[in-house]
């Protein structure tokens, strides 16, 4: 597992309390893009947490950015993200 990746899960788990969490690195897909040149990476996450209770989709992903935070700045150049409450299905 890369660096980034333990750290995007670490932050996720601290922020949000997951009952799943997966967090793939889809950088290799990527390679020779423009928007990836500067070294950041390409993520798919996938999360299931309480705190998305009631929340419509943009307000899921604001909150996983939120949870990033920095990393969204420094580390990740794309961030796929299904999140949703316990019981959703996708």
Known sequence: MSDRVGQ????????????????EDESHRHVGHAGARDGRGHFRVQVVSAAFQGQPPLA??????????DLMQTDIHALTIDARAPGESR
């Open 8 to 23: 995007i899960r670490a932050r996720l788990f601290v922020a949000l309390a997951p009952t799943e969490l997966i967090v």
């Open 60 to 69: 899921r992903h604001r909150t996983v950015y939120a949870a990033l935070g």
